[in-house]
């Protein structure tokens, strides 16, 4: 699947339409929700359709808009970690 540049930028404002702004790149946002998307259909072609496709994507829309967005000076790790 190809998408251009203007689709790239609608999904993208679709995506974050009431949300905080994310730090990420645009085109790593849209590469994350398409990834995701085609993993999903690919999954369901190869279980032979053997799910609600359109349940399981909006269970997978509904988990990406909740992904925490790093804040405009946020590190990229937290201070004081300890593992």
């Not at 251009?4 to 994350?32: D, M, Y």
């Not at 398409?34 to 999954?43: D, I, K, N, W």
């Amino acid at each position: 699947m190809f998408m251009n540049a203007n689709t790239q930028e609608q999904t993208w404002n679709n995506s974050r339409r009431g949300k905080r702004e994310s730090s990420l790149p645009h085109e790593h946002v849209f590469t994350i929700i398409m990834g995701s998307l085609r993993l999903l259909v690919l999954q369901w072609q190869t279980g032979n359709y053997g799910f609600d496709l359109p349940a399981a994507a909006e269970k997978s829309w509904q988990s990406l808009e909740i992904m925490p967005s790093k804040k405009k000076g946020d590190s990229h790790e937290k201070k004081n970690h300890s593992h």
